[in-house]
């Protein structure tokens, strides 16, 4: 099994990377503020200004580092890594699937996988919470055992599509019910994006863009191509697969961890900057989250199909090596990430 290895992210605006020594070296004004040996770092993130040497590139090439570029609010700007892992008959086949039934069967196990998610969540919430609050939740994850039903007759991928939206409204509708803070300032009200309207909305498309890069580094880990999706259409520069396959682990990795930050009050009001009506977390709160989203990785669980013990931080990498394991014949179908 992969080790779980670490995530460097950047977040001092003018930070200067480069290597020493098969090591990291941050520099800051012209200081060192750490050093870091390269063979624990699976990827680096730059979330604000960031300055590379050529060589440091070539570096995190010949290591298999995956280098990434981001705005400050996390939206993606561009991604470097090294020679392309894995054997080619495998994204031969992946590309195959695009259009075929083979990829339906996918899109459906994998939308299957975030509304049985979507649901336990749901329920589970509704265990700890006040009557009126657990009735709402109850009331919406009935529903959403109706879409969860109607996923067996779905025969195109459009119509899973419809099916995801319907879920996705299902749920959001009951994501306050989820919340036990007194701060009007920390309700959900609605799903929004790019940007988004409130303060629960900005941290949960933080969160989101932590585990997306996750994912794209689980694929690309694999040999396979994190471009070329099903569920998601094909666009350059997006990678469609690698937003496919983090679907059904929104709910479980994502949305549960913002709940719990929220809930113990780690994550307040004030922690926001708000420039035209633009919600963004402050930099010093982004860091406090990903130290607690990287605690939260390190946490161990069983893995419901493979039946290991696992890091939360590799089930994206278990679910990329699934989906390989069905691309090479090795399995049936595949079986998407589901938390009981």
Request: aromatic share 8%; with cysteine; charged share 25%.
């Amino acid at each position: 099994m992969k080790q779980l290895k670490n995530v460097l992210y950047i977040l001092t605006s003018g930070s200067y990377l480069h290597c020493e020594n098969k090591s990291i070296c941050v520099i800051v004004d012209g200081t060192e503020k750490v050093r870091i040996p390269a063979h624990t770092i699976e990827s680096i993130i730059c979330l604000c200004n960031t300055t590379v040497s050529t060589p440091f590139i070539g570096f995190c090439g010949e290591n298999g580092i995956a280098l990434s570029f981001h705005s400050d609010n996390g939206k993606f700007y561009g991604r470097i890594y090294g020679s392309v892992s894995g054997n080619v008959l495998l994204r031969k086949k992946q590309y195959e699937l695009i259009d075929s039934s083979d990829s339906t069967n996918i899109v459906r196990n994998i939308i299957l996988g975030k509304i049985v998610n979507s649901r336990n969540i749901l329920t589970r919430a509704a265990r700890n919470t006040t009557e009126e609050k657990a009735s709402i939740l109850k009331e919406q994850a009935e529903k959403l055992l109706e879409q969860e039903n109607s996923l067996e007759t779905a025969k195109t991928i459009d119509s899973i599509r419809g099916i995801e939206g319907a879920a996705a409204t299902i749920y959001f509708r009951a994501f306050d019910s989820m919340l036990k803070t007194k701060e009007t300032e920390m309700m959900f009200e609605k799903r929004s994006r790019r940007p988004p309207e409130n303060r629960v909305n900005a941290l949960l498309s933080f969160v989101y863009m932590l585990l997306k890069n996750d994912t794209q580094s689980a694929l690309e880990s694999v040999g396979i191509d994190p471009s070329a999706g099903y569920l998601h259409t094909l666009r350059p520069g997006r990678p469609s697969m690698a937003l496919d396959l983090m679907e059904e682990l929104r709910a479980p990795l994502c949305d549960r961890f913002v709940v719990t930050l929220i809930n113990l009050k780690q994550i307040t009001a004030s922690d926001f900057d708000v420039e035209n009506t633009e919600y963004k977390l402050k930099d010093k709160v982004k860091r406090k989250v990903i130290q607690e989203w990287q605690l939260r990785k390190k946490e161990i669980i069983t893995h419901p199909y493979l039946k290991e013990k696992i890091p939360i931080g590799l089930i994206p990498y278990c679910q990329a090596m699934l989906l390989s394991k069905y691309f090479r014949g090795d399995i049936d179908g595949y079986p998407p990430f589901i938390w009981r």
